[in-house]
């Protein structure tokens, strides 16, 4: 796993369970992960040696872990998404067949399609590779 994407990864799990982390150790990963602040950084902000900062980022670390391999909550979220990700996508796949199928009524097939997308975001289309945890999003827009 590349770098970036740990990250992203403790992202979640600190987002998952980081309220049973110590306020110290809670405060070291939101300067590390959403601040993107470097051990220097937080070594001087906290006042501590930078050695300090590393371990506390890897004690917390293997508590997220470990919170995760117990509970799984967030890989339970990333296949609950992944699945409302496939109907939609199968959703929006059978709209886009009935207003070319029936053409006078593609005004309301179109308002449809835009009651399935946030504003300022689109519909994502997914699809699996290899087994479950692999997988990837691919973008559709619908104008």
Same mark, same amino acid.
């Given at each position: 796993?590349?770098?970036?994407?740990?990250?992203?990864? $403790?992202?979640?799990?600190?987002? @998952? +369970? #980081?309220?049973?982390?110590?306020?110290?150790?809670? /405060?070291?990963?939101?300067? $590390? +992960?959403?601040?993107?602040?470097? =051990?220097? /950084?937080?070594? /001087?902000?906290?006042?501590?040696? &930078?050695?300090?900062?590393?371990?506390?980022? @890897?004690?917390?670390?293997?508590? =997220?872990? #470990? $919170?995760?391999?117990?509970?799984?909550?967030?890989?339970?979220?990333?296949?609950?998404? =992944?699945?409302?990700?496939?109907? =939609?996508?199968?959703?929006?796949?059978?709209?886009?067949?009935?207003?070319?199928?029936?053409?006078?009524?593609? *005004?309301?097939?179109?308002?449809?399609?835009?009651?399935?997308?946030?504003? *300022?975001?689109?519909? #994502?289309?997914?699809?699996?590779?290899? *087994?479950?945890?692999?997988? @990837?999003?691919?973008?559709?827009? &619908?104008?």
């Amino acid at each position: 796993m590349r770098s970036d994407e740990k990250n992203i990864e $403790y992202l979640r799990l600190l987002d @998952a +369970y #980081g309220p049973l982390l110590t306020p110290h150790r809670r /405060e070291v990963c939101e300067l $590390y +992960y959403m601040c993107d602040l470097s =051990l220097t /950084e937080i070594a /001087e902000q906290q006042g501590t040696s &930078k050695q300090s900062v590393s371990d506390t980022l @890897a004690k917390s670390r293997a508590l =997220l872990d #470990g $919170y995760e391999q117990k509970l799984h909550h967030v890989a339970i979220a990333r296949e609950s998404d =992944l699945e409302i990700s496939r109907l =939609l996508t199968r959703v929006l796949r059978a709209l886009e067949q009935l207003r070319a199928a029936h053409p006078d009524i593609a *005004g309301e097939v179109e308002g449809i399609i835009s009651l399935l997308q946030m504003e *300022g975001e689109h519909v #994502g289309v997914v699809t699996a590779r290899g *087994g479950a945890d692999e997988a @990837a999003a691919e973008s559709k827009i &619908k104008q």
